[in-house]
């Protein structure tokens, strides 16, 4: 029994299914756990809202639904997000300058690096290519 459940494990972990159900899980432990709270979470309002939905998109971009839900329990933001127009909008984004098919955070940052003077760091000790 044991042989089959490890067999069953390291095919899960090869499929990356098994990340994805422990992070089902733990969302949905949080959210439990939420509900039984004398008090919800504080409300982000202003900016740190906005910054939170940008990640969130990301999250969801990125296809990591399940650490997008674990971030709107833990930031007490509501499950549905916002309104991509309603993000472009708030950020001063040009509508007709932004691709749909990448999330807000790529756009902002190409507008950091063409007219913020941001650029990106390459570590010293990497042989490669990589960049933060």
């Known amino acids: 029994?044991?042989?089959?459940?490890s067999i069953i494990l390291q095919n899960m972990k090869q499929r990356g299914e098994l990340a994805v159900l422990q992070a089902k899980v733990r969302?949905?432990?949080?959210?439990a756990l939420e509900?039984?709270?004398a008090s919800p979470p504080p409300?982000?309002?202003g900016e740190t809202y906005v910054i939170l939905e940008l990640i969130t998109e990301f999250f969801r971009f990125m296809g990591l639904h399940s650490t997008a839900g674990t971030l709107e329990v833990e930031a007490g933001i509501p499950t549905l997000?916002?309104?991509?127009?309603?993000l472009i909008r708030t950020l001063g984004l040009s509508p007709d300058a932004i691709n749909n098919e990448i999330p807000l955070l790529y756009h902002m940052l190409a507008f950091c690096q063409?007219?913020?003077?941001?650029s990106a760091v390459v570590l010293e000790e990497d042989q490669g290519d990589q960049r933060l």
């Open 35 to 37: 509900g039984h709270k």
């Open 81 to 86: 997000p916002v309104s991509r127009e309603y």
């Open 114 to 118: 063409q007219f913020g003077g941001v």
């Open 1 to 5: 029994m044991d042989e089959i459940k």
């Open 43 to 45: 409300q982000p309002e």
């Open 27 to 31: 969302e949905s432990v949080l959210r």
